[in-house]
């Protein structure tokens, strides 16, 4: 079964609540429909139902009526949710007034109704920027139990079997944190192992801290922030197999990791790939997916403590469809 099939299948397997807020963006409502024709997810839309109903019908849409449609401006609870993101932003600055003004923010809105228990995770960015998918999150949701930084994992499906799982790396960071050190390199490294279990269905993540240098080949205070970010990540999370610095090659290939790290159980067999900043992470998964012709899936957000996912602006129908899956697989891990 293809990654993207089995992430699908689990998803459906035990659906959960996913928040679409811009439910006013063809793309979006299109693969709501979808997921709701096909029980991927339990779809909640945020705005006016008899408006969200009637651009459904226009575009010809036959499930939405099957979704949860809450209106800020009718919903029982919206004086509800006002008060909690008071309580959680009064230390800022927040009043009474201002919430009661931001919860009809449907970004807002949608991360109110995760935090109170009623849904599972987010994905908006179809039209949306980045730091407004973002900034809703970290104010409401918060950051995971000890990470306080944000990064993205991209899953590549790559046409070497040889590698990784099958031709499946998880990598990160791609896509939020540009210059990490070693502590928030340790919490990406734990936390694209746990994406790696979560949506990839990795049984076994294998994590490899890359580096110009395999084992002290090279000196530099680079290299040292690898070190310690890996000795970081083991007390962090202590059952992960994780070893470092190690070059890609090393990493990958069975022969070279032999060579330049015997006795290590991760080089020559890393499924997970952690960049030591977002630059190389960036160029790397380009290259990857355009010289070597794989399929790049996502970037994830991984460090919030329920899933918030954030689209591209040029994202297609069935890149929002596959999104829905994947927070659905993370909201099952994150419970």
Known sequence: MALIDSIIARAKSNKQRIVLPESFEERTITAADRALADEL???????????????????????IDKATIIDPETSEKTAEYANLLYELRKNKGMTPEKAAQQVMNPLYFGCLIIKSGDA?????????????????????????????CVSGAMLMITQTPQYGENGVLVIGDVAVTPAPDA????????????????VAGFEDPRV????????????????????EATALAKELAPELK????????????????????PGSEIAGKANVLVFPNLEVGNISYK???????AD????ILQGIARPVNDLSRGCSVDDVYKMIAITAC????AK
């Not at 730091?131 to 999150?137: C, F, V």
């Not at 502590?183 to 979560?198: F, N, P, Y």
């Not at 790049?296 to 970037?299: E, L, R, S």
């Open 183 to 198: 502590a928030q390199l340790a919490q990406i490294a734990v936390c694209t192992a746990q994406t790696a279990k979560s």
């Open 208 to 227: 490899a801290m890359l580096s110009f240098s395999t084992k002290g080949s090279a000196k530099h205070e680079v290299v040292d922030k690898v070190l």
């Open 242 to 261: 994780i070893d470092g610095e190690l070059q890609a090659d090393a990493a990958l290939v069975p022969s070279v990791g032999a060579k330049k790290a």
């Open 287 to 293: 290259l990857i997916q355009r010289l070597g012709n």
């Open 41 to 63: 997810a339990d779809i909640i839309l945020i705005g006016n139902k008899e408006k969200i109903l009637a651009y459904a019908e226009e575009l010809g849409l036959k499930n």
């Open 296 to 299: 790049a899936i996502g970037p």
């Open 330 to 333: 993370q909201a099952m891990d």
């Open 120 to 148: 599972d995770g987010q994905i908006s960015g179809a039209l949306s920027t980045t730091g407004d998918t973002l900034r809703p999150a970290l104010q409401i949701i918060k950051c995971a139990p000890g990470i306080t």
